[in-house]
């Protein structure tokens, strides 16, 4: 088992998260995995593969009622074949589950609505692709790791068909690798770099309007600390974990 960034909570409690397991560490021995539904004791529950999942690396979730639509980004489409070299085969399911009260959830439809994400392994993070994604308004964000931006996939939660890579909203200037992503109540995008140390916020119309930086340890410096992002009750909260620290932190605005 190889535990990735891609957990989402259930009504009921319970916990879907992803898997992308390797025998040795490296991406040479990488399986498709799969997701996982815990309980709250954290029992394995229920097990999803196949149908698409080949290598799930994030994902975001809407709940209505008794429907779950899971957003999944993947990223071994090809990855390990490529051995280093950029493959544009990442792709984005949504995954709609049915909850029940009495029993783990059960699978009812998966769409591919994204794809041609660049993604490649690497000896560091073991694959880099399409990560963080965050849902407003029916348009799903994707952190496109490789290609350095953040693209739009409309209508995320309702399309039959794949929106290829989307729209692009935003490249360069402050992304560097962009991973973790979260949406603001306000609908903007804060997403963290991989490259340094730095958290980005940009509106839906692509203008990066703050950075700041959150670690400078290493070399270069914050490369490789930041990942995990979510917003905090007080919505001018969020937290984030430094890689780098072991550590979960609360930032707040200036």
């Not at 009495?102 to 880099?128: C, E, H, M, N, Y």
């Not at 994604?133 to 348009?139: A, I, K, S």
């Not at 739009?152 to 890579?165: F, H, L, M, V």
């Not at 119309?205 to 914050?222: F, I, K």
Request: hydrophobic letters at 35%.
């Amino acid at each position: 088992m190889g535990l990735t960034t891609a957990p989402s909570i259930l009504p009921g409690g319970r916990v879907v998260v992803g898997s992308l397991p390797t025998a040795d560490g490296t991406s040479a021995t990488a399986q498709a995995g799969c997701l996982l539904v815990l309980d709250s004791h954290g029992k394995v529950r229920e097990t999803f593969s196949g149908q698409g999942i080949n290598g799930p690396w994030d994902m975001t979730a809407k709940s209505s009622g008794d429907k779950t639509d899971l957003f999944v980004t993947n990223v071994l489409n090809g990855t390990v074949a490529g051995g280093g070299d950029i493959v544009r085969r990442g792709t984005v399911l949504r995954i709609t589950l049915r909850t029940h009260d009495d029993r783990p959830p059960t699978r009812v439809a998966t769409t591919v609505i994204g794809s041609g994400f660049a993604q490649k392994t690497d000896p560091a993070a073991l694959v880099i692709g399409p990560t963080g994604v965050g849902l407003r308004d029916g348009t799903l964000y994707v952190a496109d790791t490789v290609d350095n931006r953040i693209t739009a996939i409309p209508d995320a939660p309702t399309r039959r068909t794949s929106a290829g890579i989307g729209k692009v909203v935003s490249t360069d200037q402050h992304l560097n690798g962009p991973l973790g992503m979260a949406i603001t109540p306000k609908g903007n995008i804060l997403t963290v770099n991989g490259g340094d140390g730095n958290i980005v916020e940009t509106t839906p119309r692509g203008v990066q309007v703050a950075v700041r930086t959150l670690d400078t340890s290493g070399s270069p410096p914050g490369a490789g600390a930041l990942f995990g992002l979510a917003i905090a009750e007080d919505p001018d909260r969020v937290y984030f974990v430094d890689d780098a620290t072991n550590t979960l932190n609360l930032l707040s605005r200036p």
